[in-house]
């Protein structure tokens, strides 16, 4: 379930970020506050690939365990 919801943030993450830039672009385009939350974002974005990147390695690990396993009968 977490790599699910870890797949959803890679997709949302980038739109919050656009989203709060838009904000930061109309509020106050000196102050560029949105660098911010675009790291902390970023950072989380990143563990989220990770789990997302090692969940389809484990399951393409398995695929190819179970594809040699059966050529082998």
Do not use: D, E
């Amino acid at each position: 379930m977490k790599t699910l919801h870890a797949l959803g943030f890679l997709v949302k993450g980038p739109l919050i970020v656009a989203f709060l830039f838009l904000i930061n672009l109309m509020t106050s385009p000196g102050h560029w506050w949105v660098q911010w939350a675009a790291l902390g974002i970023g950072i989380a974005w990143f563990f989220s690939l990770i789990r997302v990147i090692r969940a389809l390695v484990i399951v393409g690990g398995l695929a190819g365990l179970a594809a040699y396993l059966s050529r082998q009968r």
